[in-house]
């Protein structure tokens, strides 16, 4: 506002004037019939309105898919019970690979099935209907089973309860999608390979029962499956990169 | 200097408009008193700050409108009704002038300009007269409402105080320390155009 226009000596309106402009039936009328400004409040409300809302729908949407994706994880993460023991330190791995475990936490925007999809698409195979769990062995189903490990890593066991002699039971695994290590180390993520023995079938990820599980429901016999950029972490919080490892899951 | 006897309250007076106010609370009909009373001096307070005459009919005519709209809000407590007023014409006035992004104008009036030389001391000339435009100008706008309302609306302190919200005595030291301001600016103007002439 600019306080610079001065008027000098202006025209003074008389008391006739002024009162030639009072209508007092002229304010009750605009005050029967919803003012422009009133109307423009509300339209605004509404605009804004549905815009926040959708804005938070697309929010919760996103962050709903995406908890989904890391809540199996996150959960199986805080299991010490299934820690196995081992009294030396975990040799041949790299040290700190933080950086490495940071790019590949980036790469996980994309859910399992998401990926799975995607490498099925581009290798032009037939869609298996991962969204139907129906369709996925269920525990009460399988009998225990093995799994053996084909590359053997002294410290690096896939572990879940009952591991013993680099076997572990398959019924425990199917539910818990994190290979653990020695006493005091954990399993931080890892991307599976998979090659199955049908034809023209590539499963990759970094969950374990949905790709793995899938094809194994699908083959009489055995699946075989490479485990690679395993990460692992001590108490310290420190990060190692574990080598690959070929395992092979039989029923 | 007179002031304008439009402006005094009387207990009486008020006690008449809150019996009026009460009913208007009911029926907004009941407000016609109201705004026979106040239409006038709310309209002339509008029309001193701005230079379209229409604006301000209208401006008033808006005033009037949320006075009715927001009575049932409006409680006495020891201040005017017109007090009430004022606040809803200065916060309307000045909405429009951000609306419009118009200027805020400052009627002044010479005789009154008189006064105000007289307050502070100097000589009533034309040289001094126009320095002085020039330095109500120059003041602020919380400033220039205390002149504005005192010299060229010829308000009493006591109805200054009540449509700021501020008290009699404060209404008349913040009158008496923009006085003091406007004097120095003159004064310092008038030095500098003097070691101007001189160069």
């Keep these: 506002m600019n306080f610079k226009k001065v008027n000098i000596d202006r025209k003074q309106i008389t008391q006739e004037e002024i009162e030639q402009h009072q209508d007092f039936d002229k304010i009750l009328e605009s005050l029967k019939r919803p003012s422009l400004t009133k109307k423009h409040i509300v339209l605004k409300t509404m605009f804004y309105g549905i815009l926040s809302f959708v804005v938070i729908l697309g929010v919760n949407f996103h962050f709903s898919t995406h908890q989904a994706d890391s809540k199996q994880v996150k959960s199986l993460d805080n299991s010490p019970k299934k820690f196995i023991n081992a009294k030396t330190k975990p040799s041949g791995f790299v040290d700190e690979v933080n950086t490495v475990s940071e790019n590949i936490e980036a790469k996980e925007h994309h859910t399992t099935k998401q990926i799975i999809h995607k490498q099925m698409e581009e290798l032009a195979v037939p869609e298996i209907a991962l969204d139907r769990k129906e369709e996925l062995p269920k525990k009460s189903q399988l009998k225990p089973s093995n799994i053996e490990l084909i590359t053997e890593h002294p410290m690096l066991i896939p572990s879940v309860n009952g591991v013993q002699d680099g076997r572990l039971l398959y019924s425990d695994f199917i539910e818990s999608p994190i290979i653990e290590i020695g006493e005091g180390y954990r399993v931080v993520s890892f991307n599976i390979d998979l090659q199955s023995k049908r034809e023209g079938i590539a499963v990759s990820g970094n969950r374990f029962p949905e790709a793995v599980m899938h094809e194994f429901s699908l083959l009489p016999k055995s699946i075989e499956f490479t485990l690679t950029k395993i990460i692992i972490e001590d108490k310290v919080g420190t990060q190692f990169l574990a080598p690959s490892m070929r395992l092979n899951l039989i029923k | ?199």
Excluded: C
Aim: aromatic fraction near 12%; hydrophobic fraction near 35%; charged fraction near 30%.
């Design chain 2, 1 to 199: 200097m007179a002031v304008n006897v439009l402006y005094h309250q009387t207990v009486q007076r008020i006690e008449e408009e809150l019996e009026w106010i009460r009913m208007a609370k009911v029926n907004p009909a009941h407000f016609a008193p109201l705004y026979k009373r106040y239409h006038e001096q709310i309209f002339r307070y509008i029309y001193q700050r701005m230079d379209d005459d229409e604006a301000a009919y209208d401006i008033t005519a808006q005033v009037f409108i949320k006075a009715i709209q927001h009575i049932s809000t409006y409680e006495y407590r020891g201040v005017p009704f017109s007090s009430w007023l004022y606040r809803i014409a200065k916060s309307e006035l000045y909405q429009s002038f951000r609306d419009k992004q118009s200027n805020r104008m400052i009627n002044v009036d010479t005789i009154q300009l008189g006064h105000i030389v007289d307050e502070i001391d100097e000589e009533n000339d034309e040289l001094n007269r126009k320095q002085l435009i020039n330095g109500i100008a120059q003041l602020k706008e919380k400033e220039i409402q205390f002149i504005e309302m005192r010299f060229f609306e010829k308000r009493s302190f006591k109805e200054i105080g009540e449509i700021l919200s501020i008290t009699e005595n404060n209404a008349k030291v913040k009158t008496f320390r923009v006085l003091e301001k406007l004097k120095s600016i003159v004064k310092s103007t008038r030095e500098h155009e003097l070691q101007k002439s001189k160069y």
